[in-house]
């Protein structure tokens, strides 16, 4: 049976950074059109700026509402035609208020159903500011216009995937955040998101510490004790496999990472500045927990290369293919379980007792993989 060619819908983010340049580079390979059927929202005007700029052979078609879309093409929504200075790499108000029009009709498209999945590109957060956005990011507005769920941030590419207890969050405020009841939240979303959204059976979920070396016993914190530690207890209580906490430096240093299928970081650098090393050209910013399948290129707008032509589409292309994974995971994992048999026995996991937290280097099981193996690419480009 030919599967449904998912559309997904795509948002121009900040006209000045490289969003358009991603765009147009990523669909300029015909294939891309087979596994999907792309609906951006943008300005015509921009976009064909940004194309003849960089000498791009990429074409599209411009509509004005969704109902117009057609398959084997790049259709693009005009959310607004008007003349707009085009300054790159520089933030502009005007290119805040462009990238939010577009946010805009997606998201409001999305509600009417008419988009399967979306696929943002990057915004300047100050640039984007006003009276109808005032949110620290993509991932706090999404959640407040879909207005169910509670959002995730996870980035991840093949090898790793790190989610966040808190995301734009000062320093100064993040040891507050950092509260039992905070962390039990994220890791219940995040192994929720790992079964529905990756289809793995029983994700293990490394957890790391606030600080250093781990508090030390005491000595340095006592986050560890009195607030991480009793929210991994009480996650496993729930048949969460979580483990930790461990201290983020020597477990990314030793690669321990490898024997888990996410990590729960404390907060954003802790996480991030470890992912982007080993993952920068083809991470993916991937909201869980909303009913939206929303995912980003890992990077931001990428001033300083800007309108130079040099910006890689790679981690923008695995953001698309993330989308289609998940909404395609999520569609086996609900059928799965719309007419689910009498529960006969009990699961014996919940009977054996043994101990909880093992050091990463005596675990000897393989990460647990998806069915086919790989996580990056659409089922259906395999």
């Keep these: 049976m030919e599967q449904k060619r998912i559309r997904v819908g795509i948002t121009q983010g900040d006209t000045n ?10 669909f300029s390979d015909p294939t891309m ?30 509509i004005q509402q969704v109902d ?11 959310v607004d035609d008007t003349e707009v200075k085009i300054e790159m790499g ?11 029009k577009s946010l805009e009709r997606a998201l409001a498209d999305y509600r009417a159903g008419k988009i399967d999945v979306l696929v943002t590109a990057p915004i300047n957060k100050h640039s984007i500011q006003s009276e109808a956005f005032r949110f620290p990011g993509h991932t706090e507005y999404i959640q407040d216009r879909v207005g169910e769920g509670q959002a995730l941030m996870i980035l991840m590419n093949e090898r790793l995937r790190v989610a966040l207890v808190t995301t734009h969050l000062p320093i100064r405020k993040v040891a507050d955040a950092v509260t039992t009841e905070n962390i039990l939240s994220k890791l219940t979303v995040l192994n929720q998101s790992l079964c529905r ?36 207890e009480q996650a496993n209580q729930q048949g969460i496999n979580a483990y930790g906490p461990y201290a983020a430096d020597g477990f990314f240093g030793t690669r321990a990472f490898e024997h888990y299928d996410a990590v729960l970081a404390m907060y954003h650098d802790q996480g991030l500045t470890a992912f982007k090393t080993l993952a920068m050209d083809d991470g993916v910013n991937y909201t869980a927990g909303l009913p939206i399948v929303r995912t980003s290129p890992a990077h931001g707008t990428a001033y300083d290369i800007a309108g130079q032509g040099t910006a890689d589409e790679n981690s923008f292309r695995q953001a698309i293919y993330t989308a289609i994974d998940v909404w395609r995971n999520r569609q086996m994992f609900d059928e ?22 093992r050091l990463p280097s005596e675990l ?9 193996g790989q996580e990056r690419r659409p089922r259906s480009s395999e």
């Design 68 to 78: 117009e879309v057609q398959d084997d093409r790049l259709n693009l929504v005009v």
């Design 336 to 357: 799965a379980r719309q007419n689910p048999l009498p529960k006969l026995y009990h699961d014996r996991r919940e009977e054996i007792g043994g101990p909880r937290f």
């Design 90 to 100: 520089q933030p502009s108000a005007e290119a805040g208020q462009q990238a939010l």
């Design 33 to 62: 059109l087979e596994l999907c059927t792309p609906v951006l929202y943008g300005n015509p005007r921009i976009a064909t700026y940004h194309r003849k700029g960089l000498s791009l052979s990429t074409n599209f078609a411009s």
């Design 197 to 232: 959204d990756f289809a793995l059976s029983s994700p293990r979920i490394a957890v790391l510490a606030l600080n250093p070396h781990a508090g030390e016993n005491g000595l340095l914190g006592n986050e560890e004790q009195d607030v991480i530690i009793p929210a991994i």
């Design 364 to 372: 000897t099981t393989p990460r647990s993989r998806d069915d086919a």
């Design 17 to 26: 950074g490289v969003g358009y340049e991603i765009i147009l580079k990523a």
